[in-house]
């Protein structure tokens, strides 16, 4: 019995407690084994999280997508392969981070003919719960194979037919439809860095292309933010897009910002800002003369929804100024225009002198770089007179005498402060 009390007061390393309870060597096993048996939620709530903080972030998705539900452990993954991570972007929400970046990283890197489809597809099931917004910059087309030599014999039908083949892009439909809860998405039809292989067929949003996704959109029934970009969308495919997006029950806002769409196109989005609830629609950077414009103000007298009308960088000029002008003397819910860049001069400020007077819906007016001169900028003044809404009139290089800017600026100043004041009062006026 000495020797073996000399023993232990020598092995300053053993303890009675090195053996761990036999409830973590259970938990340690499930954590172990958990690819094979998943058995998380049979556990008490303190035991499961206990598993979860052992579980390793590179398990198949097939077993920690639906039964993982703590947010530690997408934190994890989240962390562990993507360097800038903001959850507020996500609402809060490490695993809806997760499957939307994750989604989209596949979306991105999709070549068509080259990747399995099974790899967005087997992943639907997965994600369908979490997947709420889907943001894709880029869309890569089909490879191109070299069929010079091999096509000698070919006529220039089958040739055209054959570069044709090699533009269409990802279906969307299966993807869209197998997504229940997706409320907003943005796409943008191109390659992001292309390099020395730039060639004009990478950025072709093809006629296919759009009836997918025409198709896929109007089944997306909880849509509500759509953002189609950069994607050298010309009249004929906008005329479709907005022919299945007219009476969608949820679409809000709708982005075709930096585009090719013209009086026709402009003519097809006038009927569906009259036949939807959409709220705001961006056109900034098409080519949109007087006719669409004029086509989108007779939309304006006929919606009770649109707040916001982006057409920044078009060609509208005074006839498409003048009739947006006079649509607003009847609208009563448009809060914000952007009409920068579009060439207009003083017979658009008149009309919109008559809109100040009388309108009190309009919140933001812009009319950067325009020629609205000096006769422009009086007229604009003269119709701020009375008016107590609009906390925001942009005029910069709008060519208008600096005194006028000045005042207008005071006057527009006073409503903005106004507004502020009365919202710092409100919550004292509500009943306790």
Same mark, same amino acid.
Request: glycine share 4%.
């Given at each position: 019995?000495?020797?073996?009390?000399?023993?232990?007061?020598?092995?300053?390393?053993?303890?009675?407690?090195?053996?761990?309870?036999?409830?973590?060597?259970?938990?340690?096993?499930?954590?172990?084994?958990?690819?094979?048996?998943?058995?998380?939620?049979?556990?008490?709530?303190?035991?499961?999280?206990?598993?979860?903080?052992?579980?390793?972030?590179?398990?198949?998705?097939?077993?920690?997508?639906?039964?993982?539900?703590?947010?530690?452990?997408?934190?994890?993954?989240?962390?562990?392969?993507?360097?800038?991570?903001?959850?507020?972007?996500?609402?809060?929400?490490?695993?809806?981070?997760?499957?939307?970046?994750?989604?989209?990283?596949?979306?991105?890197?999709?070549?068509?003919?080259?990747?399995?489809?099974?790899?967005?597809?087997?992943?639907?099931?997965?994600?369908?719960?979490?997947?709420?917004?889907?943001?894709?910059?880029?869309?890569?087309?089909?490879?191109?194979?070299?069929?010079?030599?091999?096509?000698?014999?070919?006529?220039?039908?089958?040739?055209?037919?054959?570069?044709?083949?090699?533009?269409?892009?990802?279906?969307?439909?299966?993807?869209?439809?197998?997504?229940?809860?997706?409320?907003?998405?943005?796409?943008?039809?191109?390659?992001?860095?292309?390099?020395?292989?730039?060639?004009?067929?990478?950025?072709?949003?093809?006629?296919?292309?759009?009836?997918?996704?025409?198709?896929?959109?109007?089944?997306?029934?909880?849509?509500?933010?759509?953002?189609?970009?950069?994607?050298?969308?010309?009249?004929?495919?906008?005329?479709?897009?907005?022919?299945?997006?007219?009476?969608?029950?949820?679409?809000?806002?709708?982005?075709?910002?930096?585009?090719?769409?013209?009086?026709?196109?402009?003519?097809?989005?006038?009927?569906?800002?009259?036949?939807?609830?959409?709220?705001?629609?961006?056109?900034?950077?098409?080519?949109?003369?007087?006719?669409?414009?004029?086509? @989108?103000?007779? #939309? !304006?007298?006929?919606?009770? &929804? %649109? $707040?916001? =009308?982006?057409? /920044?960088?078009?060609? +509208? *000029?005074?006839?498409?100024?003048?009739?947006?002008?006079?649509?607003?003397?009847?609208?009563?819910?448009?809060?914000?225009?952007?009409?920068?860049?579009?060439?207009?001069?003083?017979?658009?400020?008149?009309?919109?002198?008559?809109?100040?007077?009388?309108?009190?819906?309009?919140?933001?007016?812009?009319?950067?770089?325009?020629?609205?001169?000096?006769?422009?900028?009086?007229? @604009?003044?003269? #119709? !701020?007179?009375?008016?107590? &809404? %609009? $906390?925001? =009139?942009?005029? /910069?290089?709008?060519? +208008? *005498?600096?005194?006028?800017?000045?005042?207008?600026?005071?006057?527009?100043?006073?409503?903005?402060?106004?507004?502020?004041?009365?919202?710092?009062?409100?919550?004292?006026?509500?009943?306790?």
């Amino acid at each position: 019995s000495f020797y073996t009390r000399r023993c232990i007061t020598e092995d300053l390393s053993w303890s009675l407690v090195t053996v761990p309870p036999l409830t973590d060597l259970c938990l340690q096993h499930i954590a172990h084994n958990f690819e094979k048996n998943p058995i998380l939620n049979y556990l008490l709530p303190e035991h499961q999280k206990k598993v979860v903080d052992r579980l390793s972030t590179s398990l198949p998705l097939t077993v920690t997508a639906n039964i993982v539900s703590h947010e530690d452990y997408w934190k994890r993954c989240c962390m562990e392969r993507w360097q800038v991570c903001d959850v507020s972007n996500y609402g809060d929400s490490w695993k809806r981070m997760f499957f939307e970046r994750h989604l989209e990283n596949i979306l991105k890197l999709f070549i068509p003919n080259t990747t399995d489809p099974e790899q967005v597809l087997e992943l639907i099931p997965l994600c369908k719960g979490y997947v709420r917004k889907l943001e894709i910059n880029q869309f890569l087309p089909p490879l191109r194979v070299d069929q010079k030599e091999e096509s000698n014999d070919l006529s220039d039908t089958e040739d055209a037919e054959l570069e044709e083949v090699y533009m269409h892009h990802y279906d969307l439909r299966d993807l869209l439809i197998g997504l229940p809860n997706l409320e907003e998405l943005h796409l943008t039809y191109g390659v992001k860095s292309c390099g020395m292989n730039f060639e004009w067929s990478l950025f072709n949003f093809t006629e296919l292309d759009c009836s997918y996704l025409a198709t896929a959109v109007k089944l997306c029934r909880n849509l509500k933010v759509f953002k189609l970009t950069q994607s050298k969308v010309d009249d004929d495919k906008i005329k479709l897009l907005a022919r299945n997006l007219q009476n969608h029950p949820c679409l809000l806002e709708l982005d075709l910002s930096h585009n090719l769409i013209r009086d026709h196109g402009a003519q097809a989005l006038g009927k569906l800002i009259s036949h939807s609830k959409l709220e705001t629609l961006n056109l900034c950077n098409n080519q949109i003369c007087h006719l669409g414009a004029q086509a @989108l103000a007779q #939309g !304006l007298t006929e919606s009770s &929804t %649109l $707040t916001s =009308l982006n057409l /920044r960088l078009n060609f +509208v *000029e005074d006839k498409g100024g003048e009739a947006i002008g006079r649509a607003l003397l009847t609208n009563t819910s448009l809060k914000s225009l952007h009409l920068g860049s579009n060439n207009l001069s003083e017979p658009t400020a008149a009309v919109f002198s008559q809109v100040l007077a009388q309108n009190t819906t309009l919140t933001s007016i812009s009319f950067s770089c325009n020629h609205l001169g000096l006769d422009g900028g009086k007229q @604009l003044l003269e #119709g !701020l007179a009375n008016n107590k &809404t %609009l $906390t925001e =009139l942009d005029l /910069r290089h709008a060519e +208008v *005498e600096q005194e006028t800017d000045f005042l207008i600026h005071e006057i527009v100043w006073a409503n903005r402060e106004a507004v502020r004041m009365a919202s710092l009062q409100q919550p004292t006026t509500e009943p306790l």
